[in-house]
């Protein structure tokens, strides 16, 4: 009997616990542990998205580059993004000691439509940002100093490219904390040459390659915020994209890693649209595309990196960019019908190129600029009238018709002085030839020499 019971309460339980197990399941565990361990899984999962690129140059004062702000957005319509006079703790003001009373100035102007952000970097004063208006007389120009990937956490713009300045200025300081063995003498060195009224240019910052930060291939999140582009394509009859950043490098420089410009491509997570071609993460297909492009052998120095601006009509762009004071100069066009590019000069706009294109497809070629002829050749040799412009009219400007200072002023001497004032030319030729000696035109090890062009007869 007590056998039989014992089974019967079994049963009983098991019934019971089969009713009440669907129950179990539905039943909430506690609020507290489930937002614990929701919060705790947000917190690991979460990574902070990388938005379109920061291309970061230097400028040689905050003036101009409140200057370059202004005719940026006349020209091409880009954002003048407001940004913090000082960021506290700062890790690029704090390589200057506090005796010299300087740091640096930070403005950015933004792309529309690619999202592209323009920062530009200046050394200042305590005073040089509040009477930046009244002050005169300093030098144009820009250098590229970095590519960074910009960052945000939040949908809105203005924060988001805050932000990515903020970390473009980290990344910037720890370039050179890591290459610079006393940053103290390099921030004399720059507060010695703006004295001096020399120019600073990006070598005395990242060395003799700009700093690349691209998304890299170990999985990291990239994620393109969706632009804005609908509505503000309807509100301008000429819209301007960011499209295209062009380069420049030698192919025997690299870093103090052992990196150089071609290998930082080749090892990110880039797209590669065609050959030569990256493509940043796009969104409403708005990617930007980098284009490292190798320099010869033979030359000295390297041309400016350029910008290309999309835009739907290459007349109606040359009218407006004539209206705000600047010129163009046709790039590329050819007598196929095919369109080129228009460069556009103005005296502020040195140490970049810009560019405008109506080509809606990508090209593996690039038309270099005429510098790029004479970037193997000795300036005091040259005319100045070797890249001098014609014109619609005659006698229509003074770049048209100039005279060469030069003229009758050559002796047997001229060259020799030429090559003692710029005497990298022999290294380089030497490391050339070497090269040539060691490994052959054939690529193959014994000295092969260069093949000449054959002499034909006349006939």
Known sequence: IN?????????????????????????????????????????????????????????????????????????????????SSSVAGDRLDSILPSFLKRRWDSVASRCQFSGAVIHFLSLSSDGDVRKFEESSGEKSGLSLLSVTKGVGDTEDTIECTSD???????????????????????????????????????????????????????????????????????????????????????????????SSVASAFFRSSLSRPMVGLFQWPKS???????????????????????????????????????????TTAKVGFRGDGKCGQLLVKHHLLSGLDFRLCEATSLSTTFAEAQES?????????????VLAEGGNQRHSGEDFARSDVMNGLGDCWVEFRANVRKPSGFFRKAKVFETLKNDGASGLKGGGRVARSPDIPPE
Request: net charge positive; charged share 25%.
């Open 164 to 258: 990515s300045i903020i970390d473009s200025r980290r990344s910037i300081a720890l370039r050179i904390e890591r290459e610079e063995s006393f940053p103290t003498l390099l921030a004399l060195k720059l507060v010695a040459f703006g004295s001096l009224g020399l120019e600073i240019s990006g070598r005395h910052l990242t060395g003799s390659l700009p700093l690349l930060e691209l998304p890299c291939r170990s999985g990291e999140k990239v994620k393109l915020r969706q632009c804005d582009t609908e509505s503000r394509s309807h509100g301008s009859s000429l819209s301007f994209r960011l499209r295209e950043v062009v380069l420049p490098y030698f192919d025997d420089e690299n870093s103090h890693s052992g």
């Open 373 to 385: 002829l004479l970037a193997g050749s000795l300036a005091d040799l040259q005319s100045s009238n």
């Open 284 to 326: 409403n297909n708005s990617g930007i595309v980098f284009r490292p492009l190798p320099a010869a052998r033979e030359d000295l120095t390297l041309t400016s990196p350029s910008l290309v601006f999309q835009c739907p009509s290459l007349d109606s762009a040359k009218s407006r960019i004539e209206n705000c004071g600047a």
């Open 3 to 83: 056998h039989k019971g014992q089974q019967e309460t079994r049963r009983q339980r098991s019934r019971i616990a089969a009713f009440y197990q669907p129950l179990w399941r539905l039943a909430p565990s506690s609020p507290l542990k489930s937002e614990k361990e929701e919060t705790t899984s947000i917190m690991i999962t979460r990574t902070r998205p990388i938005c379109s690129p920061v291309i970061t140059v230097l400028s040689q004062s905050p003036r101009m580059s409140r200057q370059y702000q202004s005719l940026l957005k006349s020209l091409f319509d880009m954002d003048q993004v407001p940004t």
